[in-house]
């Protein structure tokens, strides 16, 4: 595998940054560990069905983990404690507990009810939710354990759940049904031995790989002949890389797959039988089955499992769960410290001017208000401090602790028009939209970086044989091969010729030189082509290949007991016993076969990346060869060069012994095969080169860079020293210069390090991680938002994604309407509590300065409880729920206004400040504007003053009206929903006051408010006031808004010429990033 710019000419930056030294010396970096080989310990032994091998030994179980996958959160035992430990971690939560136990260990002037009753609201609401969302995962993995398998036991086919496998289990699986497991293939329904898998959800590839098992079990295949098997498995301990280790970094032409590297895995079967000695046989990835790979055209097979549960590949590949929290949620406590110190400002002020003003004998103990034997002896210091409490508990209702269970409840309502949404639902799979947790939906609109599995997500997997030139002479055809299938057309076209002798020779090179099997008369994925042929390989180019050798006369017949059969020119069948295949891999980015001819000959056919097979071949057939590789290359498509050598029979059985000794090995097995392989592919001849064009590739050519996981490897796991650490700033400045980044043949857990390393960039920028296999949860769990698709590839990534949707499209809608307008109504939710908490307390704070700073209570303790509860709850909960500023087509069609709220831009300290200082102007108004009308004496005919409780209900009444006002301005969508909470609250609360204040109450021991509200609204002076300081309140939000209308109709009537000429940037800093996403250029990293 290369790692590849684009074959364009890149920015100067770029290949500054290219040729930088330190990169040239990654080049040549040593080996690094693939993520968790470094925890490579030993050894584990598995008795194949559990059996003893010795027939005088007992049998004793081993202690593996069980099958279970477990995906959820909590559990039954822990919820409590560890639901109680996450919310309170939120600060206005934890302060309002401290509250309530200052209110219920210190005489206060409020009761502990009115915080104790609204924060055990907000903690039910919100573990109620959590709790809901959390057994939906567990309900999800319970699909999995509980489902059905058939274990072999006393020769019987025994049915069980998943999660009862044990590791040393013979588990039969049959046709499209996924392993449980992971699996050691011991036989099929085939003669051979051999299956074929799909492991899309495990490294994206949606084309068929197949697999082997060893020539001593193959026959073993009814539940039989399996049980009478007497084996035993020496392998590894489980690790979490998929991939061999690469060491390699080439910055070449952009080459192809050429065969499925394979999952990494190094092991030994020992056979025993009646003979005294055990047969052993060598495992490799070959014989593995995966976990979460599907077995395809293959009727069942039998296989031993080795690794289970949370032991096996793909749950390695998990990253743990861990609680993700918005940007939003982390304004609202930026927020709340900001409100703290003001609530502490509010309290120290006061308790400071409480002593000043008792400073004065007359003021410290009036003759009405003598103070006891006990207050005289208390310690100053001591009431000070309780005084300071006193004040805190007044005030306290400037932290609007009420806000966490609305923003709950808007979450958790909201998420369900995610899944309501018609647009999303996908007839194909008879499903829509998922919601797995409405924690984050705001974080959907402000999304900066969007990283996307590529195989099955965004490409088809499509492949096209374009050319080859033969010892420097081109022929051109064209051959389409597309996930599995082949198909042929166009025109051949021949550019001079070369020798006829070879011709034939490259031909049959791209015959036999492959691991394409060939299945007759059936169907892969589900598609079939008119030929009686369908090639299956690992690799989309490997087949491509086969047919372009196909288009000019050469064609593969297939693997018959291990002779590899192919029908020349001539319609002559040729045979050749296969020998060995020396498979690719990244660090050799190569791979070769050794096969015998009829006549006896033994040959070795070679192909790989110029880089790789240049140094191996005679210097003066390397010219006129190269000539064309870089020419295409330079054209963006994918070169292979080929060649070959003939092998003496003594030259043989040496390279034989050598193989078979390598292939035994347990320990450095990867190193061993490896110098084997490099010695056996020297001295050769090359013949001509391939290039192969990716359709994926040219529909997606602004990638700015190309890189593969063998490179990541030493970019992310590099040493500690300072030189090291370079590569990934270095790596991250190649990255911010090109318009996308393409990282390809990585393992999971590296996709999860990219993901983490781009979040950890200076300001934060927020991450969207999309895919739809296994392969791709870790990135989806590390990432702050994780989108599954419903694909082909299984249901992993959906599960443990955030959101899950059925296709890829759906994430325009998803995140430039529901986003959007998910973000606007939350933040205007958060201001708006706020803004009206901060109404609500103030005239509190000034009242103070005009009751001798005695704690006295301005609203009735009824009031202080329902304010938030009730009076003014609902209005809001509507508008974050129904508000739509701007139609849903207006925001999928232009990317730039999501750009507008990109970056948190409503809760920055602007708009913050915005709302702060209109609150205090408000609260500043009610006040002040209720004082000055009580400068008159008698506000009634007959000459009745009022009292301090109808002062207070008058600054509570404009409070409440013109807070729903402020929020019936801002709405721009109506529904009647709406109108019924605005209009209905304000009714509401007028409904109320007539009814506490016209009944005595038998449990209250002061009917303070009895008729106060009744009587109050029988002066036309006070209606009048009300009415007066209400539109003064507003008076500078209507101006604002006929401002911006006024604007706004200006702006319409510009629109036209603005479209016309504003333009995209070619280079794009973070956030256009995304607007890129969505317009007519595919840029993702």
């Keep these: 595998m290369e790692v590849t710019p684009l074959h364009r000419s890149p920015p100067a930056r770029l290949l500054e940054l290219l040729t930088h030294p330190q990169i040239s010396e990654a080049v040549c970096a040593p080996p690094s560990q693939c993520a968790g080989e470094e925890k490579r310990v030993g050894t584990r032994t598995v008795f194949v069905g559990n059996h003893s091998v010795s027939g005088t030994e007992a049998y004793v179980a081993q202690r593996f983990c069980d099958n279970r996958i477990v995906s959820s959160k909590y559990t039954l035992w822990n919820f409590l404690p560890k639901n109680l430990f996450e919310q309170f971690r939120r600060i206005a939560n934890f302060y309002f507990l401290i509250i309530f136990l200052v209110q219920v260990t210190v005489d206060t002037p409020t009761s502990p009810v009115t915080s104790g009753l609204p924060l055990f609201f907000v903690i039910t609401v919100t573990a109620i939710k959590q709790g809901y969302e959390d057994w939906l995962r567990h309900r999800a993995d319970n699909e999995v354990n509980k489902s059905t398998v058939y274990i072999i036991e006393n020769a019987k086919r025994v049915r069980k759940e998943s999660e009862k496998i044990k590791v040393g289990d013979v588990v039969e699986v049959q046709a499209d049904e996924t392993f449980p497991c992971d699996l050691i293939l011991l036989s099929s329904c085939t003669t051979d031995g051999t299956c074929y898998v799909t492991t899309a959800s495990l490294d994206g590839e949606s084309n068929c790989k197949i697999h082997y098992a060893v020539r001593d079990t193959i026959a073993l295949c009814t539940a039989e002949s399996i049980d009478t098997l007497r084996a035993a498995i020496e392998c590894e301990q489980p690790q979490p890389d998929l991939y061999k280790k690469m060491n390699q970094i080439s910055l070449v032409h952009y080459q192809p797959r050429i065969n499925h590297c394979g999952p990494r895995f190094v092991g030994r079967i020992n056979i025993y039988s009646n003979s005294l000695e055990a047969v052993a046989r060598s495992l490799g990835p070959e014989n593995l089955l ?41 304004s609202i406590n930026a927020f709340l410290i900001v409100y703290l110190f003001i609530l502490l400002t509010k309290a120290a002020v006061c308790t400071t001017l409480k002593y000043v003003w008792q400073s004065t004998p007359y003021n410290d103990e009036p003759w009405y208000n003598q103070k006891t034997q006990k207050e005289r002896e208390t310690l100053k210091v001591l009431k000070m401090f309780t005084d300071f409490l006193s004040f805190m508990v007044l005030f306290n209702f400037i932290i609007p602790v009420s806000m966490y269970v609305t923003v709950e409840m808007q979450k958790f309502l909201g998420s369900f028009f995610i899944s309501w949404d018609k647009d999303f639902y996908d007839e194909e799979i008879n499903e829509g939209a998922l919601v797995n947790t409405s924690d984050l939906n705001e974080e959907l609109g402000q999304v900066d970086y969007v990283f996307t599995d590529k195989t099955g997500t965004l490409t088809e997997n499509s492949m096209e044989f374009i050319e080859c030139c033969i010892d420097g002479h081109k022929y051109k055809g064209v051959t389409q091969e597309v996930d599995g299938l082949s198909q042929t057309d166009g025109p051949l076209t021949y550019f001079d010729k070369a020798d006829k002798n070879r011709e034939e020779l490259f031909l049959r090179a791209l015959c036999l030189c492959h691991t394409v099997e060939i299945k007759t008369n059936d169907a892969v994925d589900g598609a079939t082509e008119s030929a009686e042929l369908t090639y299956i390989s690992s690799s989309p180019d490997e087949i491509a290949l086969v047919k372009g050798a196909k288009k000019y006369g050469f064609t593969f017949l297939g693997n018959r007991n291990g002779h590899m059969r192919v029908e020349n020119q001539r319609k002559e069948i040729e045979e050749y016993e296969l020998l060995h295949t020396l498979n690719f891999d990244a660090v050799r980015r190569r791979m070769s076969v050794i096969v015998k001819t009829q006549e006896g000959d033994i040959l070795l056919f070679c192909k790989g990346a110029d880089s790789a097979v240049f140094p191996r071949v005679q210097n003066h057939e390397i010219e006129l060869t190269k000539v064309h590789v870089e020419r295409n290359a330079m054209d963006g498509y994918r070169t292979l060069c080929v060649a070959f050598k003939e092998i003496a029979p003594d030259d043989y059985e040496r390279i034989n012994r050598q193989l078979i000794e390598a292939k035994m090995a347990l320990q450095d097995r990867e190193e061993k095969m490896e110098k084997v392989f490099d010695d056996i592919e020297t001295n050769m001849n090359l013949i001509g080169a391939t290039a192969v064009e990716d359709k994926a590739w040219t529909e997606h050519q602004e990638y700015g860079l190309i890189i593969d996981g063998s490179t990541l490897s030493l ?231 009022y009292g301090n409780w109808t002062f207070g209900t008058i600054v509570f009444t404009v409070l409440v009206f013109t807070v729903t006002l402020k929020l019936a301005l801002d709405t721009r969508f109506w529904t009647w929903i709406n109108h019924f909470v605005i209009w209905g609250s304000l009714a509401f609360y007028v409904f109320f006051s007539f009814f506490w204040g016209g009944i005595i109450w038998p449990f209250l021991k002061q009917q303070r408010m009895y008729f106060v509200f009744a009587q109050m609204l029988s002066s036309v002076s006070t209606w009048l006031a009300i009415i007066l300081l209400i539109f003064i309140s507003l008076f500078p939000e209507i101006l604002l808004i006929v401002l911006k209308n006024v604007r706004r109709r200006s702006a319409r009537r510009n629109l036209s010429c603005r479209r016309a000429s504003d333009s995209l940037s070619a280079r794009p800093s973070v956030r256009p990033l995304l607007l890129r996403t969505f317009s007519d250029e595919s840029n993702v990293l």
Aim: one cysteine or more; aromatic letters at 14%.
């Design 290 to 330: 995966l976990k979460g790979a599907t077995l395809k055209n293959t009727e069942k097979i039998y296989g031993v499992a080795v690794y289970t549960g949370m032991e096996t590949k793909m749950a390695l590949n998990y990253q743990g769960k861990s609680q993700k929290r918005s940007a939003v949620e982390k």
């Design 715 to 945: 970019i992310l796991n590099s040493s500690q020293d300072s030189s090291s650490n370079n590569y990934k700033s270095i790596f991250l400045q190649i990255c911010m210069k090109c318009t996308a980044v393409l990282c390809c043949r990585m393992a999971p857990l590296q996709k999860a390090q990219i993901v983490r390393m781009v979040k950890n960039l200076k300001g934060s920028p927020i991450t969207l991680s999309i895919g739809d296999g296994a392969n791709d949860v870790s990135m989806i769990l590390e990432s702050h938002v994780g989108i599954g698709i419903k694909g082909k590839e299984g249901r992993q990534a959906a599960r443990n994604s955030d959101y899950s949707v059925p296709k890829f499209k759906h994430l325009k809608k998803l995140l430039l309407a529901h986003g959007h307008l998910y973000y606007v109504r939350i933040a205007h939710l958060v201001q708006y509590f706020f803004y009206k908490n901060l109404c609500f307390i103030l005239p509190q704070f000034l009242y103070q300065f005009f009751c001798g700073f005695s704690q006295q209570p301005l609203y009735d303790a009824a009031y202080l409880t329902m304010y938030n509860i009730c009076f003014t709850s609902l209005p809001i909960l509507a508008y974050s729920l129904l508000e739509q500023h701007i139609n849903i087509d207006t925001l999928t069609s232009d990317p730039r206004l999501y750009m507008k709220i990109s970056g948190n831009a409503m809760l920055q300290l602007g708009p913050f400040l915005y709302w702060t200082f209109l609150a205090a102007f408000e609260g500043t108004v009610f006040f002040f504007g209720t004082y000055f009308l009580f400068q008159t004496a008698s506000l009634e005919e007959n000459g009745k003053v």
